[in-house]
């Protein structure tokens, strides 16, 4: 269940008024809470009393509220057995309930009563389960603000030159330019390359997108640090446990790598081997995913952070015209938010050992309103003749032509007909009857539709979009 339904369910039926009592004494909600479970609920996700009541935890239930709001998501009673080990009896025998209900104890009084933990019972839809097995638990999203740092951050304001990092997808961008290469072993799949085909920038099988070759860059690191993790251990990588401890430092904090092992601790405890967490870390650094510096002769790591957009750098930079309907790309500087729109809107190609873009009529329709004011666009609007034709031919046509790739458009004045055509292509819904005398239908459907007009008696004429008249 969602957050609001789980927080309306437990302030209604979920807690009983010695638990309000006991959260409205925690958090120091006014008074009249305790007379109105409504008042209680809009007051639950306010922010008095938050910071107070995380004070009053152990470091082990910190940690713990971290690896739940990392999680992400409702978890069962059986979540807080790692944190409340003592309260869990192991022995096979025992019941469920009397396996956990030492643990919802201890759940209910150090974190229910804080006013720090949502629960809720789940409705019994079928099986014999009792009231505890249906418990669900989750941490307010809206609380991950007042969370200590679950690392000891380390303040370090070293110039920019003493930083080591590596920019992996950069160095990336050469596989477009090298058709034959493949990205290690990979197939031509999410985690493959970056190649061209009929035009289109893909990484793997889908197009390119800077989420896209992020999200690759992060799964190579990922699958480089495993566990053999079981039943009872997270089901997070420990590659984002790392990114989600790094995400709480400063603009000047740095974490050593240690410092992540107490969370890892209690998100595997049924791993005996843990990966080397300063290993861990200097994957993340080679992936292009860290950056590293050397302090008192310690390795300090903390997340890196891409710039993709244009920043300072000007459109003539990584463009320039080679003739008036090819614009040529320079991969080692380009913009990475730039080359996204950029091969969205154009066909890609290799020419003279470079990559460079002819601009799609279609495609740039599709994209005109979100890229309109981009600083390369306006740019070779300005230098390049196809560029500013197309752009100006979209922009008079605007509300009057509909721009859609392999798709016709036909007016069949004899309603017989098209009474006769909308019922043959009724079944595949391939053709669509339009307003007044008009249908619409894929490319190469047309052979059949010639077909059955000549059949009826009738013939077929094609219309010049360019012409005049």
Known sequence: MDQDKMLKKMCRFGLSQVDIKAVCKARGFPPA???????????????????????????????????????GEEKDITFFARL?????????????????????KKVKTELIRKGLLLFAEEPKEWGNTTVLERQRFMFPNDFELYL???????????????????????????????????SGSQPDSFEGRLHIKDGQLLLGKDRFTVKRLKTWNRSQW?????????????????????????????????????DVLPLWKIAYPAVTNLPDIESACEKGFKRGCLEKITKDGK???????????????????????RDDQIIAIDLSCIPLDTLEWLSAVCNMSIRQGGLAAQPDLVEMSHALEKIN???????????????????????????????????????????????????KFADTKKLVSLSDEFISFPVNLLPEIQKLVSKSGNTVKFVDTNADN
Not at 154 to 177: H, M, Q
Not at 225 to 250: C, E, H, M, Q, W
């Open 33 to 71: 809470c305790l007379k109105s479970r409504e008042l209680f609920q809009f007051n639950f996700l306010s922010d008095p009393g938050i910071e107070k009541a995380m004070a009053s935890l152990n470091e082990k239930q910190i940690l713990f509220l971290h690896l739940l709001n990392a999680e």
């Open 84 to 104: 409340y080990k003592q309260a869990y009896p192991r022995d096979y025998g025992y019941t469920f309930n009397d396996k956990y209900k030492v643990v919802f």
């Open 148 to 182: 200590p740092v679950p690392v000891n951050p380390v303040d370090i304001a070293e110039p920019d030159n003493k930083i080591e990092r590596k920019d992996i997808l950069r160095d990336k961008l050469a596989e477009i330019l090298e058709p034959g290469k493949t």
């Open 222 to 258: 990922t699958s480089s640090v495993t566990s053999d993790r079981k039943s009872g251990d997270s089901l997070l990588s420990p590659v984002a446990l790392i990114n989600y401890t790094l995400s709480f430092l400063k603009k000047s904090e740095w974490a050593v790598p240690d």
């Open 299 to 321: 390795t300090l790591f903390r997340s890196l952070n891409i710039d993709t957009g244009p920043g300072n750098r000007k459109p003539e930079d990584f463009l320039s015209i």
């Open 373 to 423: 004011e981009q600083p390369a666009f306006v740019w070779l609007q300005e230098h390049h003749k196809a560029f500013r034709r197309i752009v100006s031919s979209i922009k008079r046509k605007k509300g009057k032509t509909v721009v859609h790739n392999n798709l016709m458009i036909a007016r069949v004045r004899d309603l017989s007909l098209k009474v006769l055509l909308e019922k």
